[in-house]
């Protein structure tokens, strides 16, 4: 389900940016869909379409955030420090134990 939203969330985020791009730019020349002569939609009408459009998409991709990161809480179980306890330290080895016969090979 997480795999299926997350398609779907960056397919919207792609088209987000392609429909913002495309919008004409107030402030000169950085707009690529800037409105000209010939096109299928007159200024203002492909104005109000992508404007419509990109208010769609962020609404979307803004769902789909939200959704995520409730599926990420959910999935995460709450831990405390106060829940795990007390540690045991660990203790020193304990010494080899010395041979029985003074005399006596070590590795048998």
Same mark, same amino acid.
């Given at each position: 389900?997480?795999?299926? !939203? $997350?398609? !779907?969330?960056?397919? &919207? %985020?792609?088209? $987000?940016? +392609?429909?913002? $791009?495309? *919008?004409?730019?107030?402030?000169? %020349? &950085?707009? !690529? ?12 009408? =492909? ?21 995520? /990161? !409730?599926?990420?809480? *959910? ?8 829940? =795990?306890? +007390?540690?045991?330290?660990?203790? /020193? #080895?304990?010494?080899? /134990? /010395? #041979?029985?016969? #003074?005399?006596?090979? &070590?590795?048998?």
């Amino acid at each position: 389900m997480t795999t299926i !939203i $997350l398609t !779907i969330h960056l397919f &919207l %985020a792609l088209a $987000l940016v +392609i429909s913002v $791009l495309m *919008q004409r730019s107030e402030g000169g %020349a &950085l707009g !690529i869909g800037g409105g000209g002569g010939g096109g299928f939609m007159t200024g203002r009408g =492909q104005a109000n379409l992508l404007t419509r459009a990109t208010t769609i998409l962020a609404a979307a991709f803004m769902a789909t955030s939200l959704i995520l /990161a !409730i599926m990420a809480a *959910q999935s995460r179980k709450p831990t405390s420090v106060l829940d =795990q306890g +007390i540690s045991t330290v660990p203790t /020193a #080895p304990a010494a080899p /134990a /010395a #041979p029985k016969e #003074p005399g006596a090979p &070590l590795g048998r």
